[in-house]
């Protein structure tokens, strides 16, 4: 069962890292103080704190299906405002990344009852990107165009998210930064989009 695995896991992450550093960790248990709050993909590849090298309490994460800000999801409303008046977050990023099942089931027009709503808040990127590309025609072409719609996803997100009105009213105070970055899953490297 897979749940072993993960209780296994815990067992070596309590004696190797855990019990290792006890005072880190009380001093985590009391309270926590991240600079970032981290908008990703649930997609399993793109794990926030192993692909920065960061450490638990650093940084506040949400993620979803393809990386999203949607205008009517009370989860992630209720996340930003959270993270910006009461955890007092320096900066948002909004995070993409490379081979995104979701934006491959939003090009194929698959049809599911939540899913195919759900990256509505996305399609923007395709048609962005479809009308400045010519039409791939070879399977470098083909990688390059998607390469473009997940990383205009992550711009598009970005848009999205300066319309929450706590945001917008924390940026005018000069209170946070706001920034877009995606994941390259065949390099390992994080860049900045925005
Ligand atoms: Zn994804």
């Known amino acids: ?27 985590l248990a009391q309270g926590q103080s991240p600079g970032i709050l981290w908008i990703g993909c649930s997609d ?8 920065t ?9 949400t993620r979803n299906v393809g990386n999203i800000v949607s205008s009517h999801d009370w989860s992630l409303f209720a996340v930003v405002e959270y993270s910006i008046n009461y955890l007092k977050v ?3 990023v909004v995070v993409g990344h490379s081979d995104c099942g979701a934006i491959k089931a939003m090009d194929a027009d698959l049809q ?6 759900w990256l509505n808040d996305a399609r923007e990127a395709k048609t962005r990107v479809d009308a400045r590309m010519l039409t791939p025609e070879t399977p470098e072409e083909e990688k390059e165009r998607s390469h473009q719609i997940e990383r205009e996803n992550v711009r598009l997100q970005v848009e999205h998210l300066m319309t929450y009105p706590s ?24 860049s900045q989009v925005i």
């Open 1 to 27: 069962m897979l749940v072993e695995q993960l209780l296994q896991g815990n067992e070596e992450f309590r004696k190797n890292v855990f019990n290792k550093d006890p005072e880190r960790y009380q001093g």
């Open 90 to 92: 320096e900066e948002i």
């Open 167 to 190: 945001v917008r009213l924390a940026i005018d105070e000069g209170r946070i930064g706001v920034h877009g970055l995606y994941y390259d899953l065949e390099t390992g490297s994080l």
């Open 44 to 51: 399993s590849r793109a794990d926030p704190e192993r692909i």
């Open 112 to 117: 599911d009852p939540y899913l195919t709503p």
């Open 53 to 61: 090298s960061s450490s638990p309490g650093e940084i506040f994460v």
